[in-house]
């Protein structure tokens, strides 16, 4: 069951949310000619400290724990059972049916509502199973009865519950029938129906029942109520008829034009086949004047007038025009005429369907506790709307005020002050809309200052950003008025839930005597300084002074270092955190950007899966902090069925930071979502005993152990692969469907999609002449002939253990479309490399993250640097001298992943140790040479990646298009290659895609220029 909580910084009364479930259980006897079914409904509250309208805060009319007195209504071969008791949800909050059936033998079940039907998922206990049907957030469409259907081998079950969704009546609207005027309304709870007569509804004012003419109750629990007045008692100026229940309360305004009025009618909308009523009404002191209808409609409507002497003495007319069903050619302008008054008109437009005129672009306010503050969402829509505001999933109601000019307004001003996003929700049955608020306060700084030998940091907490300065002065008065401008470090600024964490340190080593320091921190808000007292001596009075306390401390500090050394063999050095990483942009700049927060963010329950339906087995990676092991997963997929998955987890006793950090991991990996080209979280063991994050299992290992195994069955084409094999497997083959991976490959701007190899080879060969053995070239030429109709299978390629040059595409090809996935999602990896790229079924490759059973420290490819192990051979220069991770570095990474792929498992800068001389040289330009498999096309592709400045380095999308063009013509290159190797011309090495010329981009990552990359434009 979800919780839909409100996160709230102080404590006000609560309200009641209905969350309800209904637990079924069914057990089945032996002989199955019994079956014995209980229902209950269960209620649950979740306190939201905000102050709610009370007609908002009731509790549903069903106590906790009702039962539904489910019965058995038919004795034939199906049991068939129904709930007595209706359940009832208020609109906008959530709902889960859950069943829980022990029923014997193969189980599958369907949930019907309104037509519609939905497959069952069922989850598999110790003891029975629960089917499980999840209404978030409902509607009025969620409303009427719902079927679950339940079959086994032998029998059939089915039950039916009515579902009823409680609110605000809908707005009320008019009808005209021989002269009477019907007011209709709809809506469960059934409303009742006032006629008013006043300017405002909220006035006190005069009203009438009317004549209750007709109630119904329609499938879906909804009542309609209609009340009806003679035309004749409607002649006042403002009629207005409301229905209201305990949810609420909807007005209409009967359309008037009174000639007497300055106010005009707004615009009128009305959609096709919907009744219509307007009057024109007109006073005057005699009743010598007339009123009448003037239109260029070309279908009219039908006028009628009434009229009766008012106290004055006055004479009033009113003048009725109505349709029973108005037509597209009803549109059009409507003036009503009289001898004694000016005209006034109104416009009327048709609609086929409804809409909502709202601007949904987001809007971010920045206020003051002291100001009063409240969103405001305007918008103009037809027919009548239902809204409510969400913060954090839990929902408000929505109050809407009408304006003259047609436009509805809604406010939402109890907030109290707390930061976060308010979502406004609009909907009317054609058109639902959303709207974000974004909601900052402005905080002056708070500093606090902590010192540590010569440096001094400074962290400030604010809204928005502080900038923070550094002062001294030469007494010991705190009043600094000097500035320091040597020595200061800036931080990346951080963003937590409230406010923005800025930070600095300053270096006093060049500095010596007595003095002050102040660190003052200043936003739009205000300003704050924190200060300390510093006593630095000159290094001379250091030497002379404290020499026996030196040695005598370097002694201390050997052994000190010494007795550090054995611990840390036992200890671990290095904080666990995931390589991947979400990030958000908040300057123009590479190195403006911080990492999104997941520690602060809920966990969605609905990836929890039962500890008990998993099996644990083998290890199959192991590190510092945690590991990974194979496992079974029963039911994690299909109902019934168990797939191989792999389980990540920490080591024993793991402390509270690296707990944090893998629940942060799995919340990320739930934001991320679902591609192929990537290992998918598919659940999480989260509620009892060790976290588990369950990830799908790749049979094949990692790409590069993959590519090494690889090297003695390489082959440049499939046609070598023909020759070595006799060409009998290509007799075997059967009618498969290729991979979605070479299948579904297309230039970006919709050229073709892929021609299979063996058809693309077919068409090469044709057009050239190709000599071979005569014991094979009567063979090859048969087979050629048939034009490879049947295509091999992947079962097939792995069952030959062979590897080709067009798989190392296709590899390359899967990495790229798997990071532009991730760039879609602003992720970047941090430690793109063919280690973390894992191999499954199909040759189809997956990006992975090792960071938690991946032994850094006895990883010669993880190199010590300052505080931490990095992957220095495959960072990019920002990454290692500056520390930037941006998606431009992970190309950089790219580029060595696929020299690593086109060299079949190369260690990257073969034989160059990680050292002082290798920074010179990255820093001035160097570049690996070209790998032995690798076609100059590719290589130039690689040398794009490693363009110094990362703005001139391709992205993902335009790397995946030329791969997917050179993966389409592999074979047709290669031929042409072989037969023209002595006339080769070096402009024909340029591959060109979409406009984007590779050569040309290879020159500006050698030359450097000013401009960017094209590839990105």
């Given at each position: 069951?979800?919780?839909?909580?409100?996160?709230?910084?102080?404590?006000?009364?609560?309200?009641?949310?209905?969350?309800?479930?209904?637990?079924?259980?069914?057990?089945?006897?032996?002989?199955?000619?019994?079956?014995?079914?209980?229902?209950?409904?269960?209620?649950?509250?979740?306190?939201?400290?905000?102050?709610?309208?009370?007609?908002?805060?009731?509790?549903?009319?069903?106590?906790?724990?009702?039962?539904?007195?489910?019965?058995?209504?038919?004795?034939?071969?199906?049991?068939?059972?129904?709930?007595?008791?209706?359940?009832?949800?208020?609109?906008?909050?959530?709902?889960?049916?859950?069943?829980?059936?022990?029923?014997?033998?193969?189980?599958?079940?369907?949930?019907?509502?309104?037509?519609?039907?939905?497959?069952?998922?069922?989850?598999?206990?110790?003891?029975?199973?629960?089917?499980?049907?999840?209404?978030?957030?409902?509607?009025?469409?969620?409303?009427?009865?719902?079927?679950?259907?339940?079959?086994?081998?032998?029998?059939?079950?089915?039950?039916?519950?009515?579902?009823?969704?409680?609110?605000?009546?809908?707005?009320?609207?008019?009808?005209?029938?021989?002269?009477?005027?019907?007011?209709?309304?709809?809506?469960?709870?059934?409303?009742?129906?006032?006629?008013?007569?006043?300017?405002?509804?909220?006035?006190?004012?005069?009203?009438?029942?009317?004549?209750?003419?007709?109630?119904?109750?329609?499938?879906?629990?909804?009542?309609?109520?209609?009340?009806?007045?003679?035309?004749?008692?409607?002649?006042?100026?403002?009629?207005?008829?409301?229905?209201?229940?305990?949810?609420?309360?909807?007005?209409?305004?009967?359309?008037?034009?009174?000639?007497?009025?300055?106010?005009?009618?707004?615009?009128?909308?009305?959609?096709?086949?919907?009744?219509?009523?307007?009057?024109?009404?007109?006073?005057?002191?005699?009743?010598?004047?007339?009123?009448?209808?003037?239109?260029?409609?070309?279908?009219?409507?039908?006028?009628?007038?009434?009229?009766?002497?008012?106290?004055?003495?006055?004479?009033?007319?009113?003048?009725?025009?109505?349709?029973?069903?108005?037509?597209?050619?009803?549109?059009?302008?409507?003036?009503?005429?009289?001898?004694?008054?000016?005209?006034?008109?109104?416009?009327?437009?048709?609609?086929?369907?409804?809409?909502?005129?709202?601007?949904?672009?987001?809007?971010?306010?920045?206020?003051?506790?002291?100001?009063?503050?409240?969103?405001?969402?305007?918008?103009?829509?037809?027919?009548?709307?239902?809204?409510?505001?969400?913060?954090?999933?839990?929902?408000?109601?929505?109050?809407?005020?009408?304006?003259?000019?047609?436009?509805?307004?809604?406010?939402?001003?109890?907030?109290?002050?707390?930061?976060?996003?308010?979502?406004?929700?609009?909907?009317?049955?054609?058109?639902?809309?959303?709207?974000?608020?974004?909601?900052?306060?402005?905080?002056?700084?708070?500093?606090?200052?902590?010192?540590?030998?010569?440096?001094?940091?400074?962290?400030?907490?604010?809204?928005?950003?502080?900038?923070?300065?550094?002062?001294?002065?030469?007494?010991?008065?705190?009043?600094?008025?000097?500035?320091?401008?040597?020595?200061?470090?800036?931080?990346?600024?951080?963003?937590?839930?409230?406010?923005?964490?800025?930070?600095?340190?300053?270096?006093?080593?060049?500095?010596?005597?007595?003095?002050?320091?102040?660190?003052?921190?200043?936003?739009?808000?205000?300003?704050?300084?924190?200060?300390?007292?510093?006593?630095?001596?000159?290094?001379?009075?250091?030497?002379?002074?404290?020499?026996?306390?030196?040695?005598?401390?370097?002694?201390?500090?050997?052994?000190?270092?010494?007795?550090?050394?054995?611990?840390?063999?036992?200890?671990?050095?290095?904080?666990?955190?995931?390589?991947?990483?979400?990030?958000?942009?908040?300057?123009?700049?590479?190195?403006?950007?911080?990492?999104?927060?997941?520690?602060?963010?809920?966990?969605?329950?609905?990836?929890?899966?039962?500890?008990?339906?998993?099996?644990?087995?083998?290890?199959?990676?192991?590190?510092?902090?945690?590991?990974?092991?194979?496992?079974?997963?029963?039911?994690?997929?299909?109902?019934?069925?168990?797939?191989?998955?792999?389980?990540?987890?920490?080591?024993?006793?793991?402390?509270?930071?690296?707990?944090?950090?893998?629940?942060s991991e799995l919340k990320m990996m739930t934001q991320i979502g679902h591609h192929e080209n990537i290992v998918n979280l598919l659940g999480a063991c989260t509620l009892s005993g060790p976290i588990y994050l369950i990830f799908e299992y790749c049979c094949h290992g990692d790409?590069?152990?993959?590519?090494?195994?690889?090297?003695?069955?390489?082959?440049?084409?499939?046609?070598?692969?023909?020759?070595?094999?006799?060409?009998?497997?290509?007799?075997?083959?059967?009618?498969?469907?290729?991979?979605?991976?070479?299948?579904?490959?297309?230039?970006?701007?919709?050229?073709?999609?892929?021609?299979?190899?063996?058809?693309?080879?077919?068409?090469?060969?044709?057009?050239?002449?190709?000599?071979?053995?005569?014991?094979?070239?009567?063979?090859?030429?048969?087979?050629?002939?048939?034009?490879?109709?049947?295509?091999?299978?992947?079962?097939?390629?792995?069952?030959?253990?062979?590897?080709?040059?067009?798989?190392?595409?296709?590899?390359?090809?899967?990495?790229?479309?798997?990071?532009?996935?991730?760039?879609?999602?602003?992720?970047?990896?941090?430690?793109?490399?063919?280690?973390?790229?894992?191999?499954?079924?199909?040759?189809?490759?997956?990006?992975?993250?090792?960071?938690?059973?991946?032994?850094?420290?006895?990883?010669?490819?993880?190199?010590?640097?300052?505080?931490?192990?990095?992957?220095?051979?495959?960072?990019?220069?920002?990454?290692?001298?500056?520390?930037?991770?941006?998606?431009?570095?992970?190309?950089?990474?790219?580029?060595?992943?696929?020299?690593?792929?086109?060299?079949?498992?190369?260690?990257?800068?073969?034989?160059?140790?990680?050292?002082?001389?290798?920074?010179?040289?990255?820093?001035?330009?160097?570049?690996?040479?070209?790998?032995?498999?690798?076609?100059?096309?590719?290589?130039?592709?690689?040398?794009?990646?490693?363009?110094?400045?990362?703005?001139?380095?391709?992205?993902?999308?335009?790397?995946?298009?030329?791969?997917?063009?050179?993966?389409?013509?592999?074979?047709?290159?290669?031929?042409?290659?072989?037969?023209?190797?002595?006339?080769?011309?070096?402009?024909?090495?340029?591959?060109?895609?979409?406009?984007?010329?590779?050569?040309?981009?290879?020159?500006?990552?050698?030359?450097?220029?000013?401009?960017?990359?094209?590839?990105?434009?």
């Amino acid at each position: 069951m979800h919780e839909l909580r409100s996160i709230r910084t102080s404590s006000q009364p609560g309200h009641w949310l209905q969350v309800a479930i209904i637990f079924i259980t069914l057990s089945a006897v032996t002989n199955q000619n019994s079956s014995a079914i209980s229902c209950f409904l269960i209620q649950s509250n979740t306190e939201t400290e905000e102050v709610q309208p009370a007609e908002y805060t009731m509790s549903n009319s069903l106590n906790t724990n009702t039962n539904l007195e489910c019965h058995l209504s038919s004795w034939s071969s199906q049991y068939i059972y129904k709930a007595a008791v209706t359940v009832e949800v208020n609109v906008f909050h959530s709902v889960e049916l859950k069943v829980m059936q022990n029923i014997s033998g193969i189980v599958s079940c369907i949930w019907s509502h309104r037509q519609s039907s939905k497959q069952c998922s069922l989850i598999y206990t110790s003891e029975n199973s629960i089917v499980s049907l999840e209404l978030l957030k409902v509607t009025d469409k969620d409303a009427g009865e719902y079927e679950l259907s339940i079959k086994n081998e032998d029998t059939s079950y089915t039950v039916y519950f009515a579902v009823r969704v409680r609110s605000k009546p809908r707005k009320p609207y008019f009808k005209e029938y021989e002269r009477r005027v019907t007011c209709i309304s709809r809506g469960y709870p059934p409303p009742s129906v006032q006629w008013l007569f006043c300017i405002s509804p909220n006035d006190r004012c005069g009203n009438r029942t009317g004549i209750i003419l007709y109630k119904d109750m329609d499938s879906y629990g909804v009542q309609r109520v209609e009340h009806t007045m003679r035309a004749r008692k409607l002649l006042e100026e403002h009629i207005w008829c409301c229905a209201g229940n305990d949810f609420g309360r909807e007005c209409t305004q009967l359309y008037t034009l009174d000639l007497r009025s300055v106010i005009p009618l707004p615009e009128i909308f009305v959609k096709v086949g919907e009744p219509f009523i307007m009057r024109c009404r007109a006073r005057y002191k005699t009743f010598h004047f007339n009123i009448k209808w003037s239109s260029e409609s070309e279908n009219k409507l039908w006028w009628f007038e009434e009229s009766e002497y008012v106290t004055g003495p006055a004479m009033v007319r009113v003048l009725f025009a109505s349709a029973h069903r108005m037509e597209k050619n009803n549109s059009g302008n409507y003036t009503c005429v009289s001898s004694t008054h000016p005209s006034k008109s109104a416009i009327i437009t048709l609609l086929d369907r409804g809409f909502i005129d709202l601007n949904t672009s987001s809007e971010e306010h920045e206020i003051d506790t002291n100001e009063e503050f409240c969103f405001v969402a305007v918008f103009k829509a037809y027919p009548a709307v239902t809204c409510v505001w969400y913060y954090h999933s839990t929902s408000f109601p929505c109050d809407l005020l009408n304006t003259e000019n047609g436009y509805s307004m809604s406010k939402y001003c109890n907030h109290n002050y707390v930061p976060g996003e308010y979502i406004f929700y609009v909907e009317n049955g054609d058109v639902h809309l959303n709207k974000t608020f974004t909601l900052n306060i402005l905080q002056k700084p708070k500093v606090h200052i902590t010192s540590k030998a010569d440096l001094i940091t400074c962290v400030s907490y604010g809204y928005p950003i502080s900038t923070l300065t550094w002062k001294k002065s030469d007494d010991v008065s705190f009043n600094c008025t000097d500035d320091i401008m040597e020595g200061i470090t800036y931080g990346i600024p951080e963003r937590k839930i409230d406010n923005w964490k800025s930070n600095s340190t300053v270096d006093l080593t060049n500095m010596t005597g007595t003095f002050s320091v102040c660190c003052c921190a200043m936003n739009s808000a205000g300003s704050s300084c924190e200060n300390t007292f510093k006593n630095v001596k000159s290094i001379q009075q250091v030497q002379n002074n404290f020499i026996f306390p030196i040695a005598t401390g370097c002694c201390a500090l050997c052994i000190v270092l010494l007795i550090a050394l054995v611990f840390n063999k036992y200890k671990k050095q290095y904080r666990y955190e995931s390589q991947l990483q979400m990030i958000q942009y908040i300057g123009p700049s590479d190195n403006e950007y911080i990492y999104i927060d997941f520690s602060v963010l809920e966990y969605d329950l609905k990836w929890e899966f039962p500890t008990e339906n998993l099996e644990l087995g083998k290890v199959l990676g192991s590190g510092a902090f945690g590991k990974v092991l194979n496992a079974t997963a029963y039911g994690i997929s299909k109902p019934g069925v168990s797939i191989q998955v792999a389980v990540k987890m920490l080591k024993e006793k793991p402390d509270v930071s690296e707990k944090d950090a893998l629940m942060s991991e799995l919340k990320m990996m739930t934001q991320i979502g679902h591609h192929e080209n990537i290992v998918n979280l598919l659940g999480a063991c989260t509620l009892s005993g060790p976290i588990y994050l369950i990830f799908e299992y790749c049979c094949h290992g990692d790409l590069l152990n993959y590519l090494r195994s690889k090297r003695e069955t390489f082959h440049r084409t499939w046609t070598d692969v023909v020759m070595d094999n006799n060409f009998s497997f290509y007799h075997n083959f059967h009618q498969d469907q290729k991979s979605s991976v070479r299948a579904g490959i297309s230039a970006s701007n919709g050229s073709n999609t892929t021609i299979s190899r063996t058809q693309e080879f077919e068409q090469t060969r044709q057009g050239q002449e190709v000599t071979l053995s005569s014991g094979h070239s009567e063979i090859l030429q048969h087979d050629m002939e048939m034009k490879y109709e049947n295509t091999r299978s992947y079962d097939d390629e792995e069952d030959l253990n062979v590897l080709t040059f067009e798989d190392l595409l296709c590899f390359s090809y899967q990495v790229a479309k798997g990071m532009e996935f991730l760039e879609s999602k602003l992720c970047i990896h941090r430690d793109l490399a063919a280690r973390n790229i894992l191999v499954t079924h199909g040759k189809m490759a997956k990006i992975c993250d090792f960071g938690l059973a991946r032994d850094v420290i006895n990883d010669t490819n993880y190199v010590v640097k300052g505080n931490a192990r990095l992957p220095v051979k495959w960072m990019a220069p920002e990454s290692i001298f500056e520390g930037i991770y941006t998606i431009k570095s992970d190309v950089w990474s790219y580029g060595i992943l696929l020299w690593e792929i086109f060299s079949l498992g190369v260690n990257p800068y073969p034989g160059m140790q990680v050292d002082a001389n290798f920074y010179k040289l990255l820093q001035s330009g160097f570049k690996m040479d070209q790998p032995f498999y690798a076609t100059d096309e590719i290589y130039f592709l690689m040398q794009s990646c490693w363009a110094f400045d990362s703005r001139k380095r391709p992205c993902f999308p335009q790397l995946v298009s030329f791969l997917g063009y050179q993966l389409s013509n592999t074979e047709a290159l290669v031929y042409q290659n072989m037969d023209n190797t002595h006339c080769k011309d070096d402009s024909s090495r340029t591959s060109s895609l979409n406009g984007v010329n590779f050569e040309s981009i290879s020159e500006d990552a050698e030359g450097d220029q000013e401009e960017d990359s094209p590839m990105c434009q």
